[in-house]
């Protein structure tokens, strides 16, 4: 059996985000170094702040500062520093209760080692060289011994506030398409179409997952199926699909080869896009190199009767 | 021991919009909760668990709503939970709810649904490009459009009833203040003049982008008793799903669907839904799955469905009004829309919707569809409770 195949997938989604009055008055000030929290009916001081009271579910408004030195109050050493985090170096991971705030902040600690770092510890910000409205303002904290700052009188009122950003994220996966969809690609690359007949049900699927979905029993007697098809419906595509360098208008059609009990999706080519009907009898037409037949073309046979691909639509 | 009757006695929903840049995610759902209990007159404080649905992950990112939403949705100290089936997730998120009810596990439960698409892209969510498999060559309307004409086939629907279809649900939505698509000079000729999009579906046939959230106070029978409003309540509900490609699938008509409507109907003692119902509210994402729902629930005998469009049946002063707040075609938060189809029918049935009521509504059914016609959920709520 030939090696199944696997290739790195990566999903990478910038999304945006719109902040809503506290987190854009925390992170506009980040950008103005000025560190905002927010006061409960209780009178604690959340910071990071939260737009809902996590005790009373309350709407919570109002912004206070907070001082920019504050006390570690745990930590985790991070030996091995990962793409996109704020150090490159090793560094704690530290939480740190700044003067004036009743909750703790996560952030990075930069310190030469881990016996450099203990809870209890006083640290101050170091911020940014550059600061965009982002928690990554504040570059890491740093061991400090000084005496308390004072925090500013600052209520969260900003000239030209960030309302949104854009969160990037990413996922690294490597995918295999397991040992049926591996010999299916396998039979592609010498133009034949390779299914898998269900033992139970006797259906051949296309392209096989090496179970049958209804009967849950797995499926491992090959059938080739095609070259031939039948279109047993479509539809003509009218607006250019991102990533896509096809003409528009082209058809996108369902379409059963010889043998299948399950139509795959393919363009129609060779015709005028207008006179694609259902039951159209289509071959494929491959294109060196590539592992899809790129699109299909009719073969010039009758089309075929309604009642034999009715049950495959 | 027989289950526990289960009541709606607050509803609330945002203005749907394009894009509602000037709040959070928790700023969103938190406007639907409150709307949802000033509606019943209640606080955060009578709500015994939350439960939250939302749209597949990748749409908009948020991996762990029960998390990041708790403290928006008062639901810290108590159990919240998420529900995940596509695009039907609103439906089933407040039949997880109700079960809760029923099963008397809570009393009084907030359930609730949102998404923003404009902080989102369900086309990315919907075609990640997966090592060794050809690309998606269509994007969402076109895995649709080919099972449309697969359906025009079959019924030999003349091609005007997606048009209809579409003109009836934005006129409704004037009637919405919620709805999103609020076309005040729609025409006819305007929708048919519309571009061909994915051939047969047109461009004034599918749905818009919507950000929106919707919430819904259940409570069993003592707390409907305490209810300010009239209840809605239910009477039957279920979910269903199956396989998005097997052989044997019929996309017209999934067998799921028609078994999650047969359940609910013997639940709720229906023996015609055509005759013992006075509304629906289905979804109904292009014009065209109209018809093609209308024959899956029951309503009409297979290839009839689009006779009861063309008839005038489904309008809003039919004999069947069908999407009477302007359905998913004028308003399509995509992880809340599920949940807004239950609210109207629940909001019917309360005598509440407004100038959007269909007059003596008293069995309405709600529906939601996900994936690739694969997950289903329903709910028939009446404005008697059910027989004891």
Same mark, same amino acid.
Request: aromatic share 8%; net charge negative.
């Given at each position: 059996?030939?090696?199944?195949?696997? #290739?790195?997938?990566?999903?990478?989604?910038?999304?945006?985000?719109?902040?809503?009055?506290?987190?854009?008055?925390?992170?506009?000030?980040?950008? +103005?170094?000025?560190?905002?929290?927010?006061?409960?009916?209780?009178?604690?001081?959340?910071?990071?702040?939260?737009?809902?009271?996590?005790?009373?579910?309350? +709407?919570?408004?109002?912004?206070?500062?907070?001082?920019?030195?504050?006390?570690?109050?745990?930590?985790?050493?991070?030996?091995?520093?990962?793409?996109?985090?704020?150090?490159?170096?090793?560094?704690?991971?530290?939480?740190?209760?700044?003067?004036?705030?009743?909750?703790?902040?996560?952030?990075?600690?930069?310190?030469?080692?881990?016996?450099?770092?203990?809870?209890?510890?006083?640290?101050?910000?170091?911020?940014?060289?550059?600061?965009?409205?982002?928690?990554?303002?504040?570059?890491?904290?740093?061991?400090?011994?000084?005496?308390?700052?004072?925090?500013?009188?600052?209520?969260?009122?900003?000239?030209?506030?960030?309302?949104?950003?854009?969160?990037?994220?990413?996922?690294?996966?490597?995918?295999?398409?397991?040992?049926?969809?591996?010999? %299916?690609?396998?039979?592609?690359?010498?133009?034949?179409?390779?299914? +898998?007949?269900?033992?139970?049900?006797?259906?051949?699927?296309?392209?096989?997952?090496?179970?049958?979905?209804?009967?849950?029993?797995?499926?491992?007697?090959?059938?080739?199926?095609?070259?031939?098809?039948?279109?047993?419906?479509?539809?003509?595509?009218?607006?250019?699909?991102?990533?896509?360098?096809?003409?528009?208008?082209?058809?996108?059609?369902?379409?059963?080869?010889?043998?299948?009990?399950?139509?795959?999706?393919?363009?129609?080519?060779?015709?005028? %896009?207008?006179?694609?009907?259902?039951?159209?009898?289509?071959?494929?037409?491959?294109?060196?190199? #590539?592992?899809?037949?790129?699109?299909?073309?009719?073969?010039?046979?009758?089309?075929?009767?309604?009642?034999?691909?009715?049950?495959?639509? | 021991?027989?289950?526990?009757?289960?009541?709606?006695?607050?509803?609330?929903?945002?203005?749907?919009?394009?894009?509602?840049?000037?709040?959070?995610?928790?700023?969103? =759902?938190?406007?639907?909760?409150?709307?949802?209990?000033?509606?019943?007159?209640?606080?955060?404080?009578?709500?015994?668990?939350?439960?939250?649905?939302?749209?597949?992950?990748?749409?908009?990112?948020?991996?762990?709503?029960?998390?990041?939403?708790?403290?928006?949705?008062?639901?810290?100290?108590?159990?919240?939970?998420?529900?995940?089936?596509?695009?039907?997730?609103?439906?089933?998120?407040?039949?997880?709810?109700?079960?809760?009810?029923?099963?008397?596990?809570?009393?009084?439960?907030?359930?609730?649904?949102?998404?923003?698409?404009?902080?989102?892209?369900?086309?990315?969510?919907?075609?990640?490009?997966?090592?060794?498999?050809?690309?998606?060559?269509?994007?969402?309307?076109?895995?649709?459009?080919?099972? =449309?004409?697969? /359906?025009?086939?079959?019924?030999?629907?003349?091609?005007?009833?997606?048009?209809?279809?579409?003109?009836?649900?934005?006129?409704?939505?004037?009637?919405?203040? /919620?709805?999103?698509?609020?076309?005040?000079?729609?025409?006819?000729?305007?929708?048919?003049?519309?571009?061909?999009?994915?051939?047969?579906?047109?461009?004034?046939? &599918?749905?818009?982008?919507?950000?929106?959230?919707?919430?819904?106070?259940? &409570?069993?029978?003592?707390?409907?008793?305490?209810?300010?409003?009239?209840?809605?309540?239910?009477?039957?509900?279920?979910?269903?799903?199956?396989? &998005?490609?097997?052989?044997?699938?019929?996309?017209?008509?999934?067998?799921?669907?028609?078994?999650?409507?047969?359940?609910?109907?013997?639940?709720?003692?229906?023996?015609?839904?055509?005759?013992?119902?006075?509304?629906?509210?289905? /979804?109904?994402?292009?014009?065209? /799955?109209?018809?093609?729902?209308?024959?899956?629930?029951?309503?009409?005998?297979?290839?009839?469905?689009?006779?009861? &469009?063309?008839?005038?049946?489904?309008?809003?002063?039919?004999?069947?009004?069908?999407?009477?707040?302007?359905?998913?075609?004028?308003?399509?938060?995509?992880?809340?829309?599920?949940?807004?189809?239950?609210?109207?029918?629940?909001?019917?049935?309360?005598?509440?919707?407004?100038?959007?009521?269909?007059?003596?509504?008293?069995?309405?059914?709600?529906?939601?569809?996900?994936?690739?016609?694969?997950?289903?959920?329903?709910?028939?709520?009446?404005?008697?409770?059910?027989?004891?």
């Amino acid at each position: 059996m030939p090696e199944v195949l696997k #290739a790195p997938l990566v999903v990478e989604f910038p999304f945006t985000r719109s902040l809503g009055p506290v987190q854009s008055a925390f992170l506009t000030g980040l950008r +103005e170094g000025v560190v905002l929290g927010v006061k409960t009916a209780d009178g604690r001081t959340l910071v990071p702040p939260v737009e809902y009271d996590p005790v009373t579910a309350e +709407e919570i408004r109002d912004l206070v500062e907070v001082a920019p030195t504050g006390t570690v109050t745990t930590w985790a050493w991070n030996h091995e520093p990962r793409r996109g985090q704020p150090l490159a170096t090793p560094f704690a991971w530290a939480l740190v209760r700044l003067d004036g705030a009743d909750t703790a902040l996560l952030h990075a600690l930069d310190a030469p080692g881990p016996d450099a770092v203990h809870t209890g510890m006083r640290v101050r910000i170091r911020w940014a060289g550059e600061r965009t409205g982002a928690i990554t303002d504040i570059a890491c904290f740093e061991p400090y011994d000084g005496a308390p700052d004072r925090a500013g009188g600052h209520t969260g009122e900003f000239e030209d506030p960030i309302t949104g950003i854009v969160a990037h994220a990413r996922l690294d996966y490597t995918y295999s398409p397991g040992r049926a969809q591996t010999a %299916y690609i396998h039979a592609l690359s010498g133009q034949r179409t390779v299914g +898998e007949r269900c033992p139970s049900c006797r259906k051949v699927y296309i392209p096989p997952r090496g179970a049958c979905p209804t009967c849950g029993v797995a499926t491992l007697e090959q059938v080739e199926v095609g070259p031939r098809g039948t279109v047993t419906t479509f539809c003509i595509v009218n607006i250019k699909a991102k990533n896509l360098d096809i003409e528009v208008p082209y058809v996108y059609a369902h379409i059963a080869l010889d043998g299948a009990d399950l139509a795959l999706h393919a363009r129609i080519g060779g015709i005028p %896009y207008d006179e694609v009907r259902m039951g159209l009898r289509v071959e494929p037409v491959w294109t060196p190199g #590539a592992r899809y037949p790129d699109h299909y073309r009719p073969t010039g046979e009758p089309d075929a009767d309604y009642d034999a691909y009715k049950e495959l639509l | 021991m027989s289950k526990e009757p289960v009541a709606v006695v607050g509803i609330g929903q945002t203005k749907h919009v394009a894009a509602r840049r000037d709040v959070s995610i928790a700023g969103l =759902v938190r406007e639907a909760a409150q709307r949802a209990l000033m509606d019943a007159e209640l606080t955060w404080a009578d709500i015994d668990a939350v439960v939250i649905g939302k749209a597949p992950d990748f749409f908009e990112g948020v991996m762990m709503p029960e998390l990041y939403l708790a403290d928006a949705l008062g639901a810290v100290g108590k159990p919240m939970l998420r529900v995940h089936t596509a695009g039907s997730v609103g439906g089933s998120t407040a039949l997880v709810a109700a079960n809760l009810v029923a099963a008397r596990v809570h009393g009084t439960v907030l359930t609730l649904a949102f998404e923003k698409q404009s902080e989102s892209n369900a086309m990315w969510g919907l075609s990640l490009p997966i090592p060794f498999q050809q690309p998606l060559l269509a994007g969402a309307g076109g895995f649709f459009a080919p099972h =449309v004409r697969a /359906y025009m086939r079959r019924s030999g629907a003349p091609d005007t009833v997606g048009s209809l279809v579409a003109y009836k649900d934005r006129r409704n939505a004037l009637k919405n203040p /919620y709805a999103h698509l609020h076309e005040h000079d729609i025409t006819l000729d305007k929708v048919q003049a519309s571009p061909m999009l994915w051939d047969p579906i047109r461009y004034s046939e &599918t749905c818009p982008s919507s950000d929106g959230a919707c919430a819904m106070v259940l &409570t069993d029978r003592a707390g409907a008793a305490r209810a300010p409003r009239p209840p809605a309540w239910m009477l039957g509900g279920a979910m269903r799903s199956e396989p &998005t490609l097997f052989a044997g699938k019929d996309f017209v008509s999934p067998q799921a669907g028609k078994d999650c409507a047969a359940d609910v109907y013997r639940q709720a003692g229906i023996a015609d839904p055509r005759r013992d119902i006075d509304a629906v509210e289905m /979804y109904v994402p292009f014009s065209w /799955y109209e018809p093609m729902w209308l024959e899956n629930l029951g309503f009409a005998e297979e290839g009839g469905g689009w006779k009861l &469009t063309e008839s005038g049946v489904t309008e809003l002063d039919g004999d069947l009004p069908v999407n009477m707040s302007g359905g998913v075609l004028s308003t399509n938060p995509i992880g809340a829309s599920g949940m807004i189809r239950f609210a109207e029918a629940a909001l019917q049935v309360r005598g509440r919707a407004g100038e959007h009521q269909v007059d003596g509504a008293r069995k309405v059914l709600g529906h939601a569809y996900g994936g690739g016609s694969q997950f289903f959920s329903m709910w028939l709520v009446g404005s008697e409770p059910p027989d004891s």
